[in-house]
């Protein structure tokens, strides 16, 4: 049986193996290398139409291990930057350049390229305000639409373009771009990010950081659109309410059960539905591969959206 | 997302949001098939364009011809019917992204293949040109069609790929190695001539030496290697061929002279016939004045205007001759200009034969050097030889003595 990459798993797995791990390692660091600096690179019209790791991934493994861009295969890296560019303005990709990362330079120069020089200017002296200045020109003057959120202890500024969430790590000279399948690292940047859909999607539902360091947010469906459920289940699927409640509802608060940390239901003195969902980075104590995803948190706000906008807003 | 995208290798992220509806009618159109509408529309759309938007609305249009089924048709028809002329494109995408100018190069594949006929004429031209991405684009372009029915086999055009391996651009170098790999396998003793001859010829140059290996190793096989070693030539042989050819352009040469010579005596024949016919219309003109003046002003109108029209319609065609005689003129130069050429050619040809002549008279002198090394040292051996003999006779004259004396002594 031949050598599989099953058995480099389990090796890597074996902590007592240090120093064959090394030579494994150091052999993986040189065929990336080859990889991407020669068999790759060398050849542009394949690396841009059909790069030979997958999404170009290997960049991101660099740009996370902070390396600068002279250690980067820097063809591979602006044909990655243009793919994020053409994505921006609607434009054939290759890829849909999903839990992409740029230098934050790189990343201004995309999405906001008349004013990029300053801008990254005013973010390595982490001069926020001017860089909000900035922003708030470009929206209310330029008409362009995006939102924007600079975190509590200044270590992110969230971005959103239509659908799509870009994070600046302030701190690392990255942003990571069309968020979606990556984790979310810290409590920070999830609580920012509730911040900013809240603001735009739920801003009358209560939001706030508990002493668990867990973000709660508090949704409520008042207790005269309850009354309005029928006590049986309902034949047509005509009525909104009897619908949601008979049969979406429970399978809301099972998706909502599966990312959110805790689920808290009960009726206040007001006869209102209160759910209480809390947050937390890891969705799980017991399951550490269950991190909370940018993606799942999407589906979350997706469902505060409807309690909000379906049964909240209009009926209150 | 479709699959049949997702298969093309692009993928549309999502509907636009300002769709130019000129766009939109092309989209249309080649969705029902209209492709010669098509064709019109889109020279009206790109005609329109200023400096400023030509190229927007190129960019726009291939990235509808890239989405779009029927996209690759409408191309094909766009550069026949010269809507499109296909090295201003290129330069065009040139100052875009990498995305599309790739992905239209991936479009014009299967036309490469089919139709390399369409794009011979330029490619030559479009490899040389001073912008690198010209430079790898024809070489894409090349591989397509080395790749199709035809293969490639102009020797010029290899050498031209060939020169690529000494590009200052490294990916030029990769892509002349690969462009050649390919016409190699079709067409394997072309290249590896070509390209031994383009290392001979720059002999230091061990870049060059090593990218020809590369393409050597992928294009000949160990059976390929016998024949071209059957192929390949002592250097005798080498030279008395280059002399052969030196000859043969010579005689070209001396025919293409004689041509011109011909063209010339030709065109001197016709300047002295328009000579002719001005005098000709000159002597009529004098004739007429004769003739009219005297009467003139009893003539009756008609008669009047007649003459003026006689007038003017000679003052033209004195204006043509004139016209005539100047590019005549020209054309003499013109040929001049040629012969010198010529001339300068035939120079140079005959210093290379020259060149190869002092190459052969040095070849010739070392070879005789390494004669007369060669007879001095057999003269050394043989007289090493020679003193060797002498010593041991003189050894065996000296024991003899000794064992005479012995004798003596004994009795």
Known sequence: ?316 | MGMNDKKKGLIKMSEDKEQDPELIKIKDFIRDERFDDVVQIIALYLGDATDENYLDRLENLMETLLIQHGGRTVLRFLIEQLVIDLPSLLESLSKRDSVLRYSFLLLLKSFCENECDLFMPFIEDLINSEDPNIREAALQLTIFMAGGDKGIDDELLIKSISNKLTDEKEFIVEKAIQTLKVIGKSNTSLVSRVLSNIVKENAENEELKQAADLVLKAIVSVNQIEEIVEEELTESEIIEKEEDEISDKEIQLKKKKIELKKKKLELEEKLMNEKEKSLKFKEEIIEREVEISPEREDLPKKLKKQIKKDENEIFDKEIELKKKYIEIKKKKLEIELKEKEFEEISIQEREKTLKIKEKLLEKESELSHVEIELQQKKIEEKEKKLREKELEHAEVIFKELEEDKRKEKNE
């Open chain 1, 1 to 316: 049986m031949p050598l599989t990459s099953h058995h480099l798993r389990n090796l890597l797995k074996d902590s007592q193996l240090d120093k064959e791990i090394d030579e494994l390692t150091e052999l993986m660091v040189k065929r990336i290398n080859q990889l991407c600096f020669e068999d790759c690179q060398i050849d542009r019209i394949a690396c841009t139409l059909q790069p030979k790791c997958r999404q170009r991934w290997l960049l991101k493994l660099r740009m996370l291990n902070k390396l600068t861009l002279d250690d980067m295969p820097k063809f591979c890296y602006s044909v990655h930057k243009n793919i994020i560019f053409r994505d921006y303005h609607n434009k054939t990709v290759v890829y849909k350049p999903t839990d992409s990362y740029l230098y934050t330079i790189d990343f201004l120069d995309v999405f906001f390229h008349g004013d990029y020089r300053k801008l990254n200017q005013y973010y390595s002296k982490k001069q926020f305000r001017d860089c909000i200045k900035i922003f708030k020109d470009r929206i209310n003057n330029r008409d362009e639409h995006f939102q924007y959120l600079l975190t509590d202890k200044e270590n992110f500024m969230i971005f959103k373009f239509e659908e799509k969430i870009h994070v600046m790590f302030l701190n690392e000279n990255y942003v990571l771009s069309n968020a979606n399948r990556d984790n979310i690292t810290s409590v920070e940047l999830l609580k920012g990010i509730c911040e900013l859909f809240a603001r735009l999607y739920f801003p009358e539902f209560k939001l706030q950081l508990g002493f668990d360091n867990r973000i709660e947010i508090k949704s409520i469906i008042p207790g005269d659109i309850l009354l309005k459920v029928s006590k049986e289940p309902p034949e047509t699927k005509d009525d909104k309410i009897d619908d949601y409640f008979w049969n979406i509802f429970s399978s809301d608060l099972d998706a909502l059960s599966q990312h959110c940390k805790e689920i808290n239901l009960y009726i206040n003195k007001q006869n209102d539905l209160i759910i209480k969902i809390h947050l937390d980075v890891n969705s799980s104590d017991f399951d550490r591969k269950n991190l909370l995803r940018y993606r799942d948190l999407r589906l979350i706000f997706n469902i505060i959206f409807r309690f909000y906008n379906d049964f909240y807003i209009i009926w209150a």
